[in-house]
């Protein structure tokens, strides 16, 4: 099964900062992940696919890049909204893999 | 409105047998590629299963393989999840989600763009 390992695992932050997540493949998944957003009690929300197509509805703050094994979630100026736990999940070998989550919180 | 509501959890000895069912509404069902995942309390998400829109292609998580199926009734707008010999570590909340595969011109992507709200399974003695 294809790993994927994201860092940071935890990070605080304060409204109007950039932030950036990490996700990284153990082998090459080609441009095939997506990013979703989590809060509390709530299902999981798409945010990104195929790398960084944004879905509908999703603020442009939210981006996406990468390619191969090494992926970047940035959100360009944090909102009160936006703190919650993200995953990057990889869509180019089964079983689906998801990365462990990097929970945003409030400095 | 277009949901999906999942339903089918509870509480389950180990060993036991659950089926879960998501019935889905506000779209064609039988169009879309559909998907089971679970949380564990405090832990993250974890794809389970998907299965295609003709229900002839599935495909599963290896920690489930031989445990679980996955089939759907589009007449009835309904998936499932069968889940026999239940242990300790299955409970998890549930989610299905609805998998609008995107094609770029030369690869499909999974878009799991609806989500249902969960139903929680509970595997103890």
């Not at chain 1, 442009?60 to 936006?82: A, K, M, N, Y």
């Not at chain 2, 889905?24 to 295609?52: C, D, H, I």
């Not at chain 2, 609805?98 to 770029?104: G, H, I, K, L």
Request: glycine share 10%; aromatic share 12%; proline share 3%.
């Amino acid at each position: 099964a294809t790993q994927m390992t994201q860092s940071p695992s935890f990070l605080s932050a304060s409204v109007g900062d950039r932030v950036t997540i990490i996700c990284r493949a153990s082998q090459d998944i080609r441009n095939d992940l997506g990013w979703y957003q989590q809060r509390p009690g709530e299902a999981p929300k798409l945010l990104i696919y195929a790398t960084s197509t944004l879905q509908s509805g999703v603020p442009s703050r939210f981006s996406g890049s990468g390619s191969g094994t090494d992926f970047t979630l940035t959100i360009s100026s944090l909102q009160p909204e936006d703190f919650a736990t993200y995953y990057c999940l990889q869509d180019s070998t089964y079983p689906r893999t998801f990365g462990q989550g990097t929970k945003v919180a409030v400095k | 409105e277009v949901q999906l509501v999942e339903s089918g959890g509870g509480t389950v000895q180990p060993g036991g047998s659950l089926r879960l069912s998501c019935t889905a509404s506000g779209f064609t069902f039988n169009k879309y590629w559909m998907a089971w995942f679970r949380q564990a309390p405090g832990k993250g998400l974890e794809w389970v299963a998907n299965l295609r829109g003709d229900g002839s292609v599935m495909h599963f998580v290896d920690s489930m393989k031989g445990r679980i199926s996955i089939s759907r009734d589009n007449a009835k707008n309904s998936l499932y999840l069968q889940m026999d010999s239940l242990r300790d570590e299955d409970t998890a909340v549930y989610f299905c989600a609805r998998d609008t595969n995107f094609y770029d011109g030369s690869a499909f992507y999974d878009v799991f763009d609806m989500w249902g709200q969960g139903t929680m399974v509970i595997v103890s003695s």
